[in-house]
């Protein structure tokens, strides 16, 4: 809110014996087996941060492997199959089980702390994330000991990657697994945004939100906008190595670059998505390793949410070399320039603080130097491959090798590592050595630019990229060499910090080493398992800094919430703007069904993947039970009086409609599906645009009557979902109308379905994506009837009532954007046609 003191003060009495205990109590970790249940944010998070950092070192041993081959000319330690699936596996670990899972694990361990709350708002899908990314992520690694692993570049290029020179399962591998993994992303995603917007501690504005919650705000959103384009992509190529649809096949009206369009629109945001929260990290430890507040904090805000705005602007960058007209690539070329200003910006706010303030030479902050030297680096070779030019003779040289890693290590791994220093008293009862440290910053440092920097050079003397070996004679050797002893270098560096890692991390939330910087935000306050024994009313950026005593009265209870009024898990859901306290959030308690959901969701996609269909099939049915019986459990029932959460404040335990989480939960996922069904249109555009002579003239459309009458059963469906809305507000059943609806809709896509029987989905690119369409139609409205029936259950379970409704309300704004999206699809797949036929 603009002013704190419209919020009533906490109770500034002592509070009574045995409430600490009774947290302790209620936010206790399962002991034996059933920790495997643990949802808590302080254990999820470091399990999360751990799997992460170990399929970071995985990847990095196959890189050793790969430096190993190239050391000298005509190595013949590692053959050309297996070089290429060496390559494609450390990619792909490094950027989809390592880059992007961990920095949302540094999510889920910080941010509720960070922000003043308990927990964030769905612990158990934080839980279902990390075991589905666990289970989907190991499994997908094993296959490099089986044959299995793909050989297709972290990038699976069609038409290299189509059944035809790629048969057996290794591609099926990457296609479904890393599809499957990108969905666990988006669960955390809608976690965090939900948390970052509604968890807040009371006075909390948004303009006073730590810059990590900021970082980690826009991360959640540019996923949720850019990671359905690759699972749509990896679902088009699987359709086409299984099924034979040729989205992919020029002689069919198909086009491979349609994949790179897809993929990329997905990859240069992704490294953004590494870079944001990065720099949040480096923003947090610059002001407290200054002992300065952040300089130009509005303005690196700013910058984060231009750099995510540019971002999806750049992805054409990568394709200057496949023969896009030269105006587009001028467009491109000026927008892959532009994001350097935000970037920037960035870079100027932390020298300035550290300009102005008393710079503590600690291990985090030679982390972030050693981050800011070779970042910028990287940003300077950025500019330089986005000039068309001088792209068309870098690309796939070892120049775009150097460039790439310049920027992820530099940009993510070096603050990666900053934070891990930084923030291990909190997690922990020992910080990391500080002699140690060092050892570990100055081999990294050393290891990465003496393994990088020579491969600039390797690339203008003519190196291609993704090479297993070279000729001698060619100016090559000494530079691959030394290349080699970087890495190595490198791998000593990691080994070290894990030596000391094993050495000091102890786990403990409630006897962690503290605040030993002296920093200015939330998560440094004490707690335990609860995160903080009361909740603190904010008043500033810089809470600790600015609220003398605020410590100790928080730990004395003197602020909100300071036990558990109703008996069970709680947090303060906030306004999303002002941070005004609204609803008591009771929250749910560990259990096994996301663990279930999620082994069974990830048996469901390994098991397509080797052709098994009955049997994944059988493991999907479990997985949507298990998804059904924890939905089950959620929703409890309202109190009959608002809770006192201390000041006297007064909130009501139960909410629906806009100020429920469910809802913001519910909303976001439709963006994600708007996001994947606007990536299906440009798909059938794009077709259209490049073969316009494969497709049907007008005469050959199905008859005009057919999406007329799917398009009436839609909007009758909807409407009798409004009916049960109103049936259910005036204390009736809803049941008799939700069935009506559930049986117009399906009569709806029937009729839509029937319209397309004549339609060969492998004839051409034009049956593939109809066919897609239909399929995709299908998929939601499947969905919808899934969860219109869920309500009806509940309702005749007395679960659900004209107060209780929440299942009800998801199910209604759910049902009523599937129909809006299937008139969509009816207006492109029949009206479309018409309207461009010559």
Request: glycine share 8%; charged share 10%; aromatic share 14%.
């Amino acid at each position: 809110m603009s002013d704190e003191r419209a919020l009533p003060l906490p109770n500034p009495g002592p509070r009574p014996a045995g409430e600490v205990e009774e947290l302790r109590r209620i936010w206790a970790a399962p002991k034996g087996l059933r920790f495997l249940t643990v949802i808590n944010n302080n254990y999820i998070g470091v399990l999360y941060v751990g799997a992460a950092f170990l399929f970071f070192v995985l990847a990095g041993i196959l890189a050793l492997m790969m430096r190993t081959q190239l050391a000298v000319a005509e190595n013949d330690l590692v053959g050309p199959t297996l070089y290429n699936r060496l390559f494609t596996m450390h990619g792909t670990v490094m950027m989809f089980l390592f880059a992007v899972p961990v920095v949302e694990a540094m999510g889920v361990l910080l941010l509720p702390n960070m922000l003043g709350a308990r927990d964030l708002p769905f612990p158990r899908l934080s839980a279902y994330a990390f075991w589905a990314y666990f289970i989907g992520g190991t499994v997908f690694f094993a296959s490099l000991f089986v044959g299995w692993a793909p050989a297709g570049g972290w990038f699976m290029n069609p038409p290299l990657t189509t059944e035809y020179f790629s048969p057996g399962f290794n591609e099926d591998f990457w296609l479904l697994g890393i599809g499957f993994i990108e969905i666990s992303a988006i669960a955390g995603a809608i976690e965090i945004i939900v948390g970052v917007l509604r968890t807040r501690a009371p006075g909390m504005t948004l303009a006073r939100m730590p810059l990590f919650a900021w970082a980690m705000l826009v991360f959640a959103v540019m996923i949720i906008l850019a990671f359905p384009a690759v699972i749509l992509a990896t679902a088009l190529l699987e359709l086409e190595r299984a099924f034979h649809w040729p989205f992919f096949t020029a002689e069919a009206g198909g086009d491979p670059l349609l994949w790179q369009h897809l993929f990329w629109f997905f990859g240069h945001p992704e490294v953004y998505v590494i870079f944001l929260p990065a720099a949040g990290m480096v923003s947090m430890i610059v002001p407290t390793m200054a002992g300065q507040p952040l300089a130009a904090q509005r303005l690196v805000i700013l910058a984060l949410v231009a750099t995510a705005f540019l971002s999806f602007g750049l992805w054409v960058h990568h394709m200057f070399a496949t023969g896009i007209p030269g105006i587009s690539l001028a467009f491109f070329e000026a927008a892959s320039m532009a994001v350097a200003i935000p970037s920037g910006i960035q870079v100027f706010a932390w020298i300035a603080t550290f300009a102005r303030g008393r710079v503590r030479l600690a291990v985090p902050t030679l982390f972030v130097l050693g981050f800011l030297f070779i970042f910028v680096l990287g940003g300077l070779t950025g500019v330089m491959v986005a000039a068309i030019p001088f792209d068309w003779q870098a690309h796939d040289t070892y120049f775009v090798v150097a460039h790439l890693h310049y920027v992820l290590i530099g940009g993510m791994v070096f603050p990666l590592f900053a934070a891990f220093y930084y923030w291990m008293p909190y997690t922990s009862r020992f910080p990391l050595s500080e002699r140690v440290g060092r050892w570990v910053f100055g081999l990294l440092f050393a290891g990465a630019n003496l393994t990088f920097f020579p491969m600039h050079v390797l690339g203008l003397a003519g190196m291609p990229r993704r090479v297993y070996t070279y000729q001698s004679g060619l100016g090559w050797d000494a530079i691959n060499l030394a290349s080699t002893a970087g890495a190595f270098v490198i791998a000593a560096g990691v080994l070290l910090f894990l030596v000391d890692v094993a050495r000091r991390f102890r786990m403990s939330a409630e006897d962690n080493a503290g605040d030993v910087w002296g920093a200015g935000t939330l998560e440094w306050l004490p707690g335990g398992n609860y995160s903080n024994r009361s909740i603190p009313v904010v008043t500033g950026r810089y809470p600790l800094w600015e609220q003398p005593g605020l410590a100790k009265d928080v730990e004395e209870g003197r602020y909100y919430l300071p036990n558990a009024p109703t008996g069970t898990r709680e947090t303060i859901l906030t306004s999303p703007l002002e941070a005004t306290p609204q609803v008591l959030m009771r929250m749910p308690v560990p259990g096994w069904a996301p663990q279930v959901a999620a082994f069974f969701t990830a048996a469901f996609f390994m098991l397509l993947t080797v052709k098994l269909v009955w049997l994944a099939a059988a493991c999907g049915l479990v997985a949507v039970g298990a998804l059904l019986h924890w939905g089950w459990s959620l929703d409890p029932p309202p109190l009959p009086d608002a809770v006192d959460i201390g000041g006297g404040i007064r909130l009501p335990a139960y909410a629906s409609g806009p100020t429920s989480q469910a809802w913001w939960a519910m909303a976001i996922l439709m963006l994600t599906a708007a996001s994947l069904y606007a990536c299906a249109i440009f798909s059938y555009l794009y077709l259209w645009l490049v073969a316009p002579g494969t497709w049907p003239d007008a005469s050959a459309l199905p008859r005009s009557s057919y999406p007329v009458v799917s398009a009436v059963l839609l909007v009758a469906s909807s409407a009798a979902f409004g009916s049960a809305n109103g049936s259910l507000a005036r204390g009736a059943t809803p049941a008799p109308a939700i069935a009506a609806a559930i049986v117009l809709a399906l009569a709806g896509f029937g009729t839509e379905f029937a319209s397309h029987l004549a339609v060969d989905p492998r004839a051409s690119a034009y049956g593939a994506v109809v066919h897609l369409f239909v399929l995709l139609g299908g998929f939601f409205v499947a969905v919808a009837v899934v969860l219109a029936a869920f309500a009806m259950a509940r309702r005749l379970a007395g679960k659900l009532d004209r107060v209780r409704r929440v299942t009800f309300d998801n199910a209604r704004i759910f049902w009523h954007y599937v129909v809006a999206q299937s008139l969509v699809g009816l207006l492109l797949l029949h009206g479309f046609p018409r309207l461009a036929a010559p």
